[in-house]
């Protein structure tokens, strides 16, 4: 008898599950999310962490997405945008987007999927406590620039002089590149490399192709950047280190993958879109963004282009390829 109540109960779940779902969307209860992505993303991971959770979109959950479409200035107006709609939760692929959302409302809960620095960029009061309404992922910069600094040497066993491209003075960054350009010179000196600091001075192609003529006239050998998304617009970062024909490191494989950039190390950032999904959940259920943990990555990858590297005339170590995550052939 028990077995039989528990099938028919079991079915009726099945049965009504689309009516309460069609119920919901009727009276407006369905939540909705505002995702507000910086350039691209991983919205697809983002979904996937999602459904595990067991939330389907269109019938018990709802996105709305934007793009700036790596336009910083664009980042603003639609974080407005998205909380005029009054989303349940506001969603940012980056740091600069979660400044922006911030700004934009101090009520609606906001997510990072990722950022540089959180704490020192003022998005958060602190990782284990954030405070105020924002948490989500953010990225251990110190620990990623000196492994990718220390990938490069195994890359250029011989390399003497590194170039590291910061933005200082831009806004949301603080003085993330001057810190970590004294942090890493201890470790060039560990390596036996000189570490050579070039500045981009504000936003534009203009100031990103002045730095780039600084790295030549340094002859520095090869380059790597601090996380500025601002500074750093990807294409045209690209395209200017090919010109250059320097060897540069970047922040995420998708430069590799999408832009053929030389080498990529950092976050696995389908990970982070999974994980935010999970943030969300805990929101909806009614926990605080003040009480949740803000979270590092736990997962990274190394991407390397070899169609790039031959281009440059440059042979990657097996000893590196054997680790690489994706390699670009």
Known sequence: MTKVIRRIAVTLAILVSPYLAHAQQATGKVPRIGYLDFRSSNLKAFR??????????GRNIAIEYRSAEGDIDRLAPLAAELVRRKVDVLVTSSGQGAIRAKKAT?????????????????????????????????????????????LLKQVFP?????????????????NNGTRLLGELRTVARALGVELLGIAVREPGDSSLALAF???????????????????????????????????????????????????????????????AASYVDKILKGAKPAD??????????????????????VAIPSSVLMWADKVIE
């Open 48 to 57: 996937q962490g999602l459904r595990d959770l067991r939330y389907v979109e």
């Open 106 to 150: 101090n009520t609606i809960p906001i997510v990072m999927t990722s950022s540089a620095d959180a704490v020192r960029q003022h998005i958060v009061a602190s990782l284990a406590r954030p405070g105020g309404n924002v948490t989500g992922l953010t990225s251990t910069t110190e620990d990623l620039a000196g492994k990718r600094l220390e």
């Open 213 to 275: 003529k600084e790295a030549i006239i340094k002859r520095v050998e090869a380059l790597l950047t601090s996380d500025c998304p601002p500074a750093f617009p990807p294409r045209q970062t690209v395209d200017l280190a090919a010109k250059s024909r320097l060897p540069m490191i970047y922040p995420s494989v998708d430069w590799v993958e999408e832009l053929g950039g030389f080498m990529a190390y950092g976050p696995f950032r389908e990970d982070m879109d999974r994980r």
């Open 158 to 174: 011989n390399v003497s002089r590194v170039g590291f491209m910061s933005c200082p003075g831009f806004p949301g960054m603080g």
């Open 292 to 313: 949740l943990p803000v979270e590092r990555p736990t997962k990274f990858e190394l991407g390397i282009n070899l169609k790039t590297a031959k281009t440059l005339g």
